[in-house]
Each structure stands twice: as C-alpha cells, then as structure tokens.
C-alpha cells in the first residue's frame, strides 16, 4: 500500500502552544466551535530542530535567501571538519546552485549538496575551472560598479567611467555564461545521481529559478494543522516581571491567551515518492516513515516552553497502511463533549469514525493502535488480521519498516 497515515491524540495542559503576530492563540473553525489549533509548519518546524532528527533523520535543510550567511555557514563547518577550502571556487560553486544575479528567494539548502557541487567543480578539468572562476570576477566587479553608480554624489567622470566598464562587462559575462553552461549541467547532474538528503526528501523543495543547479522535489510528508477535537475557550495571562529591589509593584506587566485540550494530529506520508526521491531506497523510506511517526507522538512546539512546561506525550497513535492519503479530521467535525476527560471519548469517536468509513468506501486498509493509557476497542475480534495492536512505540515503529 503506498500511503502511510498517522492519527495522533495528544494532551497539553494550559499552554500557548502556537500563536499569532499579535500574540494571540491560532484558533479555528470547525463544526460551528472554536478549537485551539497548532499550525502544520509549527509542528514540522520543531520537529526538524529536534536533537531526535538530527540524530535519526540527519542533516536538516537550511532554508533561506541569505546566500552569503549560507557560504559562511558552510565554510564555519568546513573549519571545524578540518577542510581548507577554496573561496573562489566556492564562490563559483554557490553562483551555479543560486546565481548571484538571479532575484533572491527562499529554496532549501544542505550542506552536503554543497559540499558535494564543491567536490564535482574541484574535479573539473582547469579550463573549466578557469571559466567559471573568472566568470564570478566578472560578477563580482559588476556587483560593485553597480553599487558605485548608486551613489548620489558621484562626478561625471566616474560616472561615465563606470558606465563604459559596465558595458564592457556585460558581453565578457554572456560569452562566459555560455561556456559555464557544460558546468551546471555536470554538477547538476552529480548532484541527482546522488540520493536526496532525508530532509529534501520528505519536506521538498522548490525552485522558482530554472537556472538553478538545485532543483525543485515534490514532498513525500504533508502534515496537517492539529486541532483540538473538542470546543475551547481561550483564556489570559496577566504575568508580571517582578524587580527583586523594589518592595512593592512590577518591572513589567503584559498579558498572553493560552488554552488546553486533547489535539487530533495528521500526517500522510507517499511511500513510493519518498523511496523515489531516496534513489530508490524502500528501506531507508520505511525507516524515515518510523522515525517520523516517533516524532509526531513525542515531539510538541516548545514556544512559552519555560513557562508552560508542554513536555506532553501522545496518548493514543494510530498508524495506517492505505492505498490513498485520508484524514479523520470529520470524526470530529461534531465536537466532543464530556464530563470528565477528553482523551478517552476522543478515541471512541476516532476508531467509530474509522471503522464506519472503511466500510462504507470498501477500503482494505491495515492498521496498528498504540494507546498505552486507555487501550482500544480495534483488534479485539480475532478473526479481523488488519488491525494490530502494540504496547511500545519501538513496535510500532517496527511494525512500519
């Protein structure tokens, strides 16, 4: 089956898990009510700082438009790894992956891919070498002139001095242009034989400019915003910052919205797209798919952490294997109610929700439930193979891979 779906139910006591630039709780809107609700790039956003993803996933992408804090980046890394670089050819390399004259704009980087595009260019016959090298001199110095000109108080004679290289510049970059193009093509084509890094390979990337010698990958990962699957009312938080060596009032007064509640989390992962976009690697597919599921059930937003303390853990996953991506969103549209606890009619809504769908639309899906608090009502007839159950979240990372 090409899909995997995540279904996480997960508690957090009275925090402000994400908000807005006005400092306000995300809410949204579903089934008439209001729900506190946590953004998709929020959530993705922590889990991709995680000590967890940089252990297990590996190198995260660097997302940006700030190419020359990037080179820096990469030439910090390359000093603490103990490599001499070359910052001409880097320089080189940095123009062919995002072209300097080219209008900025935010792509994801990795330091490996850097690092590989540098290796390729090193290896490049000298003539070559030689070109794209002085086809950055060229840019560079243009850079200048072109800064030169902008200033206001320049003389006539500078000025028309700088016009007359400018014009002089500009066909010595067009003809250099042309031959760099046999470079791009070989290190953009070093670069795809390669696999893509973890990271690319599940969030994406997109490249707006086709002269790039990144290119754009479709994500295998989409993740939902989480929602609460019941109603909630925000609250506020009169907090003030006392001054130690005064006796009486406050250093600061402010206020913040925070909220509580059981969230519904979704995520949907393509199986055969991420083995694509891995070079073909099912395994290493199966095993980011574990690893991803892990985070969802371990992983919160940590904004307001030192206040609020949300180190919560799921307290109910359920992990299906389908033949298209499907949310159970609509198990909630109606919101829950209680007298006592949101977790447990939250899973009774879930599994109904599920079951009846799966009937209804024929689909043959398997699934495994984790819920070490509350258990599950799923897999208890034991002549039904497509529901399992487990006690650890190691099963059912396993029962993925």
Aim: hydrophobic share 35%; with cysteine; glycine share 6%.
């Amino acid at each position: 089956m090409r899909y995997i779906n995540i279904h996480v139910l997960i508690a957090h006591s009275a925090s402000c898990l994400n908000r807005d630039d006005m400092q306000m709780q995300k809410t949204a809107m579903l089934g008439g009510v209001r729900r506190t609700r946590v953004s998709s790039q929020s959530l993705k956003y922590w889990m991709r700082h995680s000590d967890y993803y940089q252990s297990e996933v590996g190198e995260k992408s660097i997302r940006t438009r700030e190419y020359s804090e990037l080179k820096s980046r990469f030439l910090e890394k390359a000093k603490l790894d103990g490599n001499d670089i070359d910052e001409l050819a880097l320089d080189s390399v940095m123009d062919i992956l995002c072209p300097t004259d080219a209008k900025p704009a935010v792509a994801a980087f990795t330091l490996y891919e850097i690092r590989k595009a540098y290796e390729i260019f090193q290896e490049m016959p000298s003539k070559s070498i030689k070109i794209a090298q002085d086809l950055i001199k060229l840019k560079q110095r243009k850079g200048k002139v072109s800064e030169e000109l902008k200033d206001k108080n320049i003389s006539k004679e500078k000025k028309e001095e700088l016009d007359k290289e400018n014009k002089k510049i500009e066909p010595q970059i067009k003809t250099l242009q042309t031959e760099r193009t046999k470079i791009e093509k070989k290190i953009k084509e070093g670069l795809n034989k390669s696999p893509a890094p973890a990271d690319i390979a599940l969030s994406g990337r997109f490249i707006a400019n086709k002269g790039w010698g990144l290119s754009s990958m479709d994500a295998a990962m989409s993740i939902a915003h989480s929602i609460t699957t019941h109603s909630t009312d925000t609250e506020i938080d009169w907090f003030t910052a006392t001054d130690d060596l005064v006796e009486e009032g406050a250093a600061h007064l402010q206020g913040a919205e925070f909220s509580s509640g059981t969230f519904y989390r979704y995520a949907s992962i393509n199986t055969e797209l991420l083995a694509e976009n891995l070079d073909k690697d099912s395994d290493q597919a199966m095993e980011l798919c574990g690893h991803v599921a892990y985070m969802l059930a371990t992983i919160s937003p940590g904004a307001k952490a030192s206040t609020y303390g949300q180190h919560d853990l799921a307290s109910y996953q359920m992990i299906v294997r389908s033949d298209i991506p499907i949310s159970l969103s609509g198990a909630f549209e109606k919101p829950v109610t209680t007298k006592g606890g949101y977790m447990e009619p939250s899973i009774e809504a879930l599994e109904n929700f599920w079951v009846k769908q799966n009937q209804a639309y024929g689909l043959k899906e398997k699934a495994i439930v984790f819920s070490p608090h509350y258990g599950t009502k799923l897999g208890t007839n034991s002549k039904d193979n497509s529901i399992s159950t487990s006690d650890s979240i190691a099963g059912v990372m396993e029962w993925i891979k």
